[in-house]
């Protein structure tokens, strides 16, 4: 494999399986699907990290996905350190929330009401027990190949039959929750009108990525969205959008402004902190009427509404709300995939990147846009040597053929371009003779 010096990370390693499963915090970075060693990382700024070995890298990972203005930026750096010197957390309301709040509420009109709280799995599992508090109704409905964080109840794969009970997908999660969720697959508004005819009424909630990124980057038709959102009225189901990628990436307003759908809960992450750990759900003032103290829905959090987090938060979203922020970025993400759809596309390459606004995305399987994760190929030996080749030349992708990849306003146009003619002569190597 690679010529990269990791001396260093290979140490750290050793010690680190000593200490963690896996010798990690979160098992996507032991490096499993690629192989090799993790790299640990000692250092990141603008579009660039730095590993322990002293390797440099172009970050295509960017903390997988709330590092939309890249590493260190100054302003959300320098918000940071100022709240900081003010103590740390309270456990106690602070202004910094209610400009968060207000920040929020001002631009996503299914904002009415929110809740702060510190990850985007504790966003999705507070969404859930909200939505089955609000409906009185126990069962989810969820879709193959999106990803909600490591909720006991969407730790579900689908069993067998056409419109399936699920079975769990964990150890550790019993199969009476297991059941109480749906599994269908993605983009099929036939089984969509099957599920929500025979389960309708007993459905708390539906809950989906409305633009799924977690398993490859699985683009869903409007129709299908359209179709979801009316069952969901009809049926007294509340829909759960999770935007913890999408939001504030595709757009401010995330799915909700690109695609125009509403949802009746919404959940974010990743953006959302600048960096440290925030998450959010909220939906109208009579959905979170329900959450306590004004409601029997209990949900809290020690660090919840966190002063320096929210401060990175504001920082962050400030810098997103700039004139053409969004329509940069996707102009320049654009620039970046099409100069290597064009040359896989010449050389007969079955390779393309799949891409919305600044989230792209390697698909080896030679079609154009998957919608569906079974139409994934499973074979990700390609992904594999092409990341390692890129890792050798200075480009860090997230370690998983499965991940999507993406690009910051850190990114420059000379880095992108560059980055491009390396992906080239990558899949040049790897179809070579091929
Ligand atoms: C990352 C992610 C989560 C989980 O967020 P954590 O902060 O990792 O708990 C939930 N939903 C989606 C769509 C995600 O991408």
């Given at each position: 494999m690679g010529q990269l010096n990791r001396t260093q990370s290979a140490r750290h390693y050793q010690k680190a399986l000593s200490l963690f499963p896996g010798g990690v915090?979160?098992?996507?970075?032991?490096f499993k699907g690629v192989g090799g060693t993790p790299l640990f990382f000692a250092r990141g700024k603008g579009s660039r990290v730095w590993d322990e070995d002293g390797n440099e890298f172009l970050d295509f990972c960017n903390s997988w996905g709330p590092l939309i203005h890249g590493h260190a930026h100054p302003y959300v750096e320098e918000k940071i350190i100022k709240t900081l010197k003010?103590?740390?957390?309270?456990g106690a309301p602070t202004r910094l929330e209610n400009e968060l709040g207000q920040m929020l509420k001002e631009r996503l009109p299914h904002v009415e009401k929110m809740r702060f709280v510190s990850s985007g799995t504790e966003a999705v599992m507070s969404a859930l027990r909200l939505a089955r508090g609000y409906t009185q109704k126990a069962k989810i409905l969820k879709f193959e190949g999106c990803y909600h964080g490591h909720v006991d109840s969407l730790l579900v794969k689908a069993g067998s039959g056409l419109v399936t009970l699920g079975t769990s997908?964990?150890?550790?999660?019993?199969d009476s929750i297991a059941q109480e969720t749906l599994v269908l697959p993605l983009n099929d508004i036939e089984l969509l009108e099957q599920t929500f005819k025979a389960y309708g009424n007993e459905l708390a909630a539906a809950i989906i990525?409305?633009?799924?990124?977690?398993?490859?980057?699985?683009l869903q038709d409007l129709s299908f969205l359209q179709c979801l959102r009316s069952l969901c009225w009809k049926h007294k189901v509340l829909l759960i959008f999770d935007e913890v990628i999408s939001g504030f990436r595709v757009a401010f307003g995330g799915a909700v402004e690109l695609y125009g759908i509403q949802p009746d809960i919404v959940t974010y992450g990743k953006i959302i902190g600048g960096g440290l750990p925030v998450g959010a759900y909220g939906g109208s003032c009579e959905i979170m009427a329900c959450v306590s103290p004004d409601g029997p829905v209990y949900q809290a959090g020690t660090l919840s509404g966190n002063p320096v987090a929210m401060a990175a938060g504001i920082a962050q979203l400030e810098l997103c709300m700039a004139p053409d922020f969004y329509r940069e970025m996707e102009a320049k993400t654009r620039g970046f995939v099409e100069r290597i759809n064009a040359y896989s596309k010449v050389k007969g390459y079955p390779f393309e990147l799949v891409s919305l606004a600044s989230i792209f995305w390697l698909s080896f399987?030679?079609?154009?846009?998957?919608?569906?994760?079974?139409?994934?190929?499973?074979?990700?030996s390609s992904f594999n040597r092409l990341h390692d080749y890129l890792l050798n030349h200075g480009i860090y992708l997230?370690?998983?053929?499965y991940e999507v990849g993406f690009v910051s306003s850190a990114h420059s146009v000379e880095e992108l371009t560059h980055a491009a003619q390396l992906f080239c002569h990558g899949l040049d190597l790897l179809y070579a003779g091929a």
């Open positions: 915090n979160s098992p996507v970075r032991a003010n103590g740390s957390s309270f997908s964990s150890a550790g999660v019993p990525e409305p633009v799924p990124a977690n398993n490859g980057l699985l399987n030679g079609k154009k846009t998957i919608h569906r994760a079974d139409e994934i190929d499973p074979n990700m997230g370690p998983s053929g």
